[in-house]
Structures are given as structure tokens and as C-alpha cells.
T-cell receptor
Framework: AQKVTQAQTEISVVEKEDVTLDCVYE???????LFWYKQPPSGELVFLIR??????QNEISGRYSWNFQKSTSSFNFTITASQVVDSAVYFC??????????????FGAGTRLTVKP | DAGVTQSPTHLIKTRGQQVTLRCSPK?????VSWYQQALGQGPQFIFQ???????QRGNFPDRFSGHQFPNYSSELNVNALLLGDSALYLC???????????????FGSGTQLSVL
């Protein structure tokens, strides 16, 4: 069974601080996909990144970076020099391989990030 | 290019009533999925529609049903509403077959359903 754990319920930082959001996942599949989504107060989930299980390369996109480690089943997300606009709920999600595009994504409970000016 | 649109944005119903939520997928997408997000929790997969058929289903009772139309838009129906059905209902769309395998989902802003 697939499971995603985001142990940090809420994080509060001051602007310009770096912050790391943790994600630990469980799956029995060898092929799977990991995602991060951002949910601002408007409610819409905004896609940030997708990673497949065969690509452990870390990725950096502007102030965002992701650390994928299969050995520890973790896919952590770091925001460098945080800004007030980064305030949102962030979700980590897992999708296992299927015979067709599998929209059954398992989401973690989310981490609410508040960035104070 | 419009993204995923959902209607209505808010809805208030009483226990036992029935509700229909609507979703139009992003242009070029033929697959629609529905998720339920209770307060303070992550979204939970309800079901997925492709070619007007339910293809996958999460752990939700038969009170939850859906439909997909030839133009790929979709409806979510919930019968015999319970207080516990109060949640944000999110619609997501994607192309069925993406160039890179699993495609990311594009989400709408959701319908906030309150059951009194």
C-alpha cells in the first residue's frame, strides 16, 4: 500500500530564512512518481515538481530545490530565502505505476508554511 | 487557455439531500479525476473518468457517483449527504497518454460543500 507522511504540520519562518519541508513515502512498487504541490488560500493545487523513481538527481528551480533519496524513502523540499508569497500549504504526493495513467495520487496531510515579513 | 474550472464554488446542503458538482477540464485533457479534501487534510482520490467510463475508484461508497460527457467535462454526484461529506471537492485533469508517461494533474479551485 502506498503512504505519504509529512510529519511537519505547521512551520513558521521569517522572510529570507531557508526552510525544508520533509516528505517520507512508502510503496511496494519499483516504479512510482513523486510530486510536490502548493495550495494557496484560493484552494487550487499548483504543481511544483514531478520525479520518477529512477531519477534520483536533485533538482533546483530558482529558490526551490528537491532532495530525493530512495535509500531513506524521502523527497524533501527546500525553499531558499523564503518570501511572504511562499506562505501556503504544501503537499507531497505519490503515484504508483499502473497500466494506464494513474490519477490515484496519494497525498500527505500537508505542511502549512507561514512566512512572516 | 482556461485551466480546470469547477462550479459552483460554494454549496450548502442539508443531510439526506443530493448534490451535483461540475468540472470542465483543461483544454486538450481527456481524463478527469475527483478528489475530496477534508479540512486540514490532504486530498483523497474518489475516482477517475476516461472515455466516459469510470476507470479507477478510491475507497468511497456508492453514494459517490460520476459521469463524463463527450466533451470531457464531468460531474460528481453525492446522494444521501452526511455531515462527514463536508469538504472541498477538487477536480483534476490530465491527458491520458503523456509523452513522459505519468502526467502531472492540473487542479481546479474546488467546490466547498457544507452539509448541515
Amino acid at each position: 500500500a502506498q503512504k505519504v507522511t509529512q510529519a511537519q504540520t505547521e512551520i513558521s519562518v521569517v522572510e529570507k530564512e531557508d526552510v525544508t519541508l520533509d516528505c517520507v513515502y512508502e510503496t511496494r512498487d519499483t516504479t512510482y512518481y513523486l510530486f510536490w504541490y502548493k495550495q494557496p488560500p484560493s484552494g487550487e493545487l499548483v504543481f511544483l515538481i514531478r520525479r520518477n523513481s529512477f531519477d534520483e538527481q536533485n533538482e533546483i528551480s530558482g529558490r526551490y530545490s528537491w532532495n530525493f533519496q530512495k535509500s531513506t524513502s524521502s523527497f524533501n523540499f527546500t525553499i531558499t530565502a523564503s518570501q511572504v508569497v511562499d506562505s501556503a500549504v504544501y503537499f507531497c504526493a505519490l503515484s504508483e505505476k499502473g497500466s494506464m495513467n494513474n490519477n490515484d495520487m496519494r497525498f500527505g496531510a500537508g505542511t502549512r508554511l507561514t512566512v512572516k515579513p | 487557455d482556461a485551466g480546470v474550472t469547477q462550479s459552483p464554488t460554494h454549496l450548502i446542503k442539508t443531510r439526506g439531500q443530493q448534490v451535483t458538482l461540475r468540472c470542465s477540464p483543461k483544454s486538450g485533457h481527456d481524463t478527469v479525476s475527483w478528489y475530496q479534501q477534508a479540512l486540514g487534510q490532504g486530498p483523497q482520490f474518489i475516482f477517475q473518468y476516461y472515455e466516459e467510463e469510470e476507470r479507477q475508484r478510491g475507497n468511497f461508497p456508492d453514494r459517490f457517483s460520476g459521469h463524463q460527457f463527450p466533451n470531457y467535462s464531468s460531474e460528481l454526484n453525492v446522494n444521501a449527504l452526511l455531515l462527514g461529506d463536508s469538504a472541498l471537492y477538487l477536480c483534476a485533469s490530465s491527458p491520458m497518454w503523456g509523452a513522459q508517461g505519468f502526467e502531472k494533474l492540473f487542479f481546479g479551485s474546488g467546490t466547498q460543500l457544507s452539509v448541515l
